[in-house]
């Protein structure tokens, strides 16, 4: 008797968004996030005449509070938002706070396409500091892209040339390794939070963390007619802006997004050039190349290679 022929496997697919992403919506999530960016970049600069960058972390924080919780009342979301995971939302967050923080400072200090270049250091950061502390291989892959990333800084700082490092790069670079502590505990943070606890307490920690520094002196200024303008479009654009990166992420791999995000370099340089008079160097376009080209390769870049 003939056994009949057993039924064939079927060929495991990828999912839609994974196979086929929408690179249209992808494009415009993400020119939401460069607009974000760019924009809390120009505010952050227009405030900085009026208040430390303790007090624009104040603002923004308290209107990030309103927007997350307006958005999570108008979604049914509240009841995401819970005290877990408090320990690891606050090393996240601290380490934010002196990112951010330093990042602001450094704003006026030097070109706005600089300030952009150099914090793309942080994803080199992190995955050096990954097999560290989540667990992560390091490859040849990714030694090489953090060596030609860390050469492109050097181009783009030129401590060599007297006078090219000063107190804005050494802010920059100091914040872009906050940002990469932060993102290691974000990666973390998304395995065991939805993103509205994530974002809840990003706003309340870093409200409390930022009222502490700038009551430290005994004064606080608060927003005036010259600053409450420029201070409402940080609220809304930092934020908007991460929500916008996040929404990409979710339709598409990280490395159909990056492009998109590496486009805030050009972006910058010419509202750099074009509202600010700031020159653009090669040295500047070099450098910002091998960083962006380092970004690549360890996206790209699998732990088996």
């Given at each position: 008797m003939t056994k009949p022929p057993c039924p064939a496997t079927p060929t495991p697919t990828l999912p839609t968004s994974a196979a086929h992403p929408p690179i249209g919506r992808v494009a415009l999530w993400m020119l939401g996030a460069i607009g974000g960016f760019t924009t809390m970049a120009m505010a952050g600069r227009a405030a900085a005449p009026y208040h430390d960058t303790f007090e624009i972390m104040l603002w923004r924080s308290a209107i990030g509070i309103f927007l997350v919780m307006a958005g999570a009342a108008l979604t049914g979301r509240l009841g995401d938002i819970r005290a877990r995971n408090l320990r690891l939302?606050?090393?996240?967050?601290?380490?934010?706070?002196?990112?951010?923080?330093l990042w602001f400072a450094?704003?006026?200090?030097?070109?706005?396409?600089?300030?952009?270049?150099?914090?793309?250091s942080y994803p080199l950061i992190v995955a050096l500091a990954a097999p560290f502390v989540l667990g992560e291989v390091l490859t040849a892959r990714r030694l090489f892209a953090a060596a030609l990333g860390f050469a492109g800084v050097l181009i783009v700082a030129q401590p060599w040339s007297a006078g090219t490092v000063n107190i804005g790069t050494a802010l920059v670079l100091a914040a872009a390794v906050g940002f990469a502590g932060s993102a290691l505990a974000t990666k973390e943070l998304t395995k065991r939070a939805p993103l509205v606890e994530i974002l809840f307490w990003l706003t309340v920690?870093?409200?409390?963390?930022?009222?502490?520094?700038?009551l430290w002196d005994g004064q606080l200024r608060l927003p005036n007619w010259h600053s409450i303008g420029p201070l409402i479009f940080i609220g809304f654009a930092g934020l908007s802006a991460h929500l916008c990166l996040t929404r990409a992420l979710s339709?598409?791999?990280?490395?159909?997004?990056?492009?998109?995000?590496?486009?805030?370099l050009p972006v910058s340089a010419l509202v750099g050039v074009a509202i600010y008079g700031e020159p653009l160097t090669a040295a500047l376009v070099v450098g910002a190349a091998l960083i962006l080209y380092a970004n690549w390769i360890n996206i790209k870049s699998k732990p088996n290679r």
């Open positions: 939302h606050g090393a996240r967050n601290i380490s934010h706070f002196i990112g951010q923080n450094a704003l006026p200090l030097i070109p706005l396409a600089q300030v952009f270049a150099l914090e793309f920690m870093q409200f409390v963390f930022a009222l502490i520094c700038a339709l598409a791999p990280a490395s159909v997004v990056a492009p998109f995000d590496f486009a805030r």
